[in-house]
């Protein structure tokens, strides 16, 4: 196994230590365990960058990267998304929507996979953004929230929680356009499929 295909899969097992921490299992919610959740959640994606730029420099796409590249991303997000939603901060609307366009997604790369001649498609630019739009509003949020931990007024409460709430929002738009943009580029497969 490559680097980049270590680091993809590091990033995978970054997910349960995040959960530790945005959870409050350890640290029980003081403002260390914040700023933790949103270290490790920085180091993970930064290792989404990594492993995707050593791959190209390197030469060492493989069809296994391609697939489990954008599953670390989306298991990684995706669990950031229901802590925010369990904090009140995302809308379920929000999830919904991007648990939506992830499923459709996978379910148009497993119909490529299985035509003739079976082809595993990488992400596009559009999911791209999207998933560096993710990475940014939890980013934002975790770090935002230890920040306020520490001493925050009301009002700088009240405008850090509006702010993540317009970010989901964003998430929500970007994270449609661009699952209808991958569907529309690979209708094909769904034209095909049988």
Do not use: H
Not at 66 to 94: I, N, Q, R
Request: with cysteine.
């Amino acid at each position: 196994m490559n680097l980049p295909n270590k680091l993809t899969l590091l990033r995978i097992l970054l997910v349960p230590v995040f959960m530790l921490f945005a959870n409050g299992v350890l640290l029980a919610y003081q403002p260390a365990g914040y700023f933790l959740a949103g270290a490790v959640f920085a180091v993970a994606s930064f290792t989404d960058f990594l492993d995707g730029y050593l791959a190209r420099r390197w030469r060492l796409v493989t069809d296994f990267g391609k697939f489990a590249d954008p599953l670390a991303d989306k298991l990684l997000t995706t669990t950031a998304f229901l802590y925010m939603m369990k904090d009140g901060v995302c809308s379920p609307v929000v999830l919904t929507l991007i648990l939506a366009r992830e499923f459709a997604v996978s379910g148009v790369r497993m119909v490529a996979a299985s035509a003739p001649g079976g082809r595993v498609i990488a992400a596009n630019w559009w999911g791209k953004i999207k998933t560096v739009l993710q990475m940014v509003t939890i980013l934002v949020y975790y770090f935002g929230l230890g920040a306020l931990s520490v001493g925050g007024s009301l009002a700088a409460n009240q405008i850090f929680y509006l702010v993540s709430q317009g970010l989901c929002w964003l998430v929500a738009l970007v994270t449609v356009l661009s699952g209808v943009q991958y569907i529309w580029q690979n209708r094909q497969f769904i034209n095909t499929a049988k």
